[in-house]
């Protein structure tokens, strides 16, 4: 079963459908029980990150994610869905996260139009399956006002300029996270999404760059 996890924000119906598209069975959900025995998880994000938060936890949402990512369970967390992941973030005058990867989530600088919105592309910082059949410098759909800021740059498989060079694509075991909304972004999304849900289901380890085509 794949979860699509419903915390009250929108666009998971966006998701689904691009889910959908690639011929598999999407589930919005907001039951951890749900969650916890998915096969594999989508966390989407649209809205603030406190109030992301907030919903997740009052939900108990926040735990089933703890329980998936220390099972390992694959789980795709897109936009503000990957910024709560982080330790806490400068938004709203500050606020803690999920504390689940290590950094910051900081606003982008002074000087640039905020929010960044329209089409970026994106550097490949390291080769994952995530990007296989996928261009590098391909472009994707960005609608954000803040961007993580990993501890660990190793976990960076993914990289965009816009004023700064920022991490948008992040992979850690079988978590990926994106800043760039991918069932927003056309052939490129919906490819990218495929190669999640093959490995996903397939069992691909994390280092392998299989041939999806």
């Known amino acids: ?3 699509i996890i ?21 589930r919005i959900t907001s039951s951890p029980e749900e969650v916890v025995k998915a096969d594999a998880v989508f966390l989407p994000g649209v809205g603030a990150a406190a109030d992301t938060v907030s919903s997740l936890q009052a939900q ?3 735990k089933a994610l703890r329980e998936i990512i220390a099972r390992n369970t694959p789980l795709f967390a897109v936009c503000v869905g990957l910024q709560v992941l982080f330790e806490e973030t400068e938004e709203g005058g500050g606020c ?10 900081r606003k982008l ?14 550097k490949n910082a390291k080769s994952h399956a995530l990007f296989s ?4 410098n391909s472009f994707f759909y960005f609608v954000h006002s803040y961007y993580v800021e ?14 700064i060079n920022f991490a948008s694509a992040i992979a850690r075991g079988n978590l990926v996270a994106t800043q760039f909304h991918p069932e927003k972004s056309g ?13 996903a289901i397939r069992g691909t380890d994390e280092n392998e760059v299989p041939d999806y085509r």
């Open 1 to 3: 079963m794949i979860a």
């Open 6 to 26: 419903d915390y009250g924000a929108g666009n998971l119906r966006s998701v689904a459908n691009a889910i959908a598209l690639l011929g598999y069975d999407g």
């Open 60 to 62: 108990g949402l926040d």
């Open 96 to 105: 803690q996260c999920l504390g689940l990867l290590p950094g910051k989530v």
């Open 109 to 122: 600088p002074a000087g640039i139009k905020v929010p960044h919105i329209g089409w970026n592309n994106v």
């Open 133 to 136: 059949g996928i261009e590098d």
């Open 150 to 163: 990993p501890d660990l740059r190793t976990e960076v498989i993914g990289t965009t300029e816009y004023g």
């Open 187 to 199: 052939a490129v999304g919906l490819k990218m999404y495929d190669n999640f849900l093959k490995s």
